[in-house]
């Protein structure tokens, strides 16, 4: 993570950098989220928050957060209501003076959690918890940040099997757009960085 996440630059900028992410990053579909050219493969439509290589029983949006419905908006792309944007900034910065005053205690409020991506002998890890905390550590300047796999997920993603991706093996979306989307991690193409990985 740098100091382009949009976390990380809010607790740097303040919370208009945050309200200038949501507005102007609000992606339709897998596409846009990912800034891939439309070549009407399967898949390219989907929702911005769909995964290629995750299971799941039910594809459902990501709930509301902190209080929140969901109609206010997501933490990794736009739009977002000002109520959502304050909540964000307010969890933002209370994490990062937590963090500055008491240290980062893992054991109290909990591991970074998340699973690798690899891609040759490439690896990123992407953080599917504990995202507020990475942004405050990497706004104070921590280049390690412990993390750990969660228990229930994978704890990898290998770009090498994305024929068994459950969205790839089920015809749901295409090789190219599947295989598109994981490179985005490894070569930033989001804009700007929406999804969370180190």
Same mark, same amino acid.
């Given at each position: 993570?740098?100091?382009?996440?949009? !976390?990380?630059?809010?607790?740097?900028? &303040?919370?208009?950098?945050?309200?200038?992410?949501?507005?102007?990053?609000?992606?339709?579909?897998?596409?846009?989220?990912?800034?891939?050219?439309?070549?009407?493969?399967? &898949?390219?439509?989907?929702?911005?928050?769909?995964?290629?290589?995750?299971?799941?029983?039910?594809?459902?949006?990501?709930?509301?957060?902190?209080?929140?419905?969901?109609?206010? &908006?997501?933490?990794?792309?736009?739009?977002?209501?000002?109520?959502? +944007?304050?909540?964000?900034?307010?969890?933002?910065?209370? $994490? *990062?003076?937590?963090?500055?005053?008491?240290?980062?205690?893992?054991?109290?409020?909990?591991?970074?959690? &998340?699973?690798?991506?690899?891609?040759?002998? =490439?690896?990123?890890?992407? +953080? *599917?918890?504990?995202?507020?905390?990475?942004?405050?550590?990497?706004?104070?300047?921590?280049?390690?940040?412990?993390?750990?796999?969660?228990?229930?997920?994978?704890?990898?993603?290998?770009?090498?099997?994305?024929? =068994?991706?459950?969205? $790839?093996?089920?015809?749901?979306?295409?090789?190219?757009?599947?295989?598109?989307?994981?490179?985005?991690? !490894?070569?930033?193409?989001? *804009?700007?960085?929406?999804?969370? !990985? +180190?």
């Amino acid at each position: 993570m740098n100091e382009k996440h949009p !976390f990380v630059d809010a607790i740097i900028r &303040g919370p208009a950098a945050l309200q200038d992410f949501y507005a102007n990053f609000q992606p339709r579909n897998l596409a846009e989220m990912y800034n891939l050219s439309a070549e009407n493969l399967r &898949g390219e439509e989907l929702p911005p928050w769909e995964i290629p290589w995750m299971a799941r029983d039910r594809r459902l949006p990501p709930p509301g957060e902190a209080g929140l419905d969901a109609s206010h &908006g997501v933490s990794f792309y736009g739009p977002a209501t000002r109520k959502k +944007v304050e909540v964000e900034y307010e969890r933002l910065t209370s $994490v *990062r003076a937590s963090i500055e005053n008491k240290g980062f205690q893992p054991d109290r409020y909990g591991d970074i959690e &998340g699973y690798g991506l690899v891609s040759q002998s =490439d690896y990123r890890f992407f +953080v *599917r918890g504990g995202k507020h905390r990475l942004a405050a550590l990497a706004s104070l300047g921590w280049k390690g940040i412990p993390v750990s796999f969660r228990s229930n997920w994978p704890t990898s993603v290998y770009s090498a099997t994305l024929d =068994d991706w459950p969205l $790839v093996s089920d015809g749901t979306i295409a090789p190219q757009t599947a295989l598109a989307i994981f490179d985005c991690y !490894f070569s930033r193409c989001m *804009r700007p960085l929406g999804k969370h !990985f +180190v």
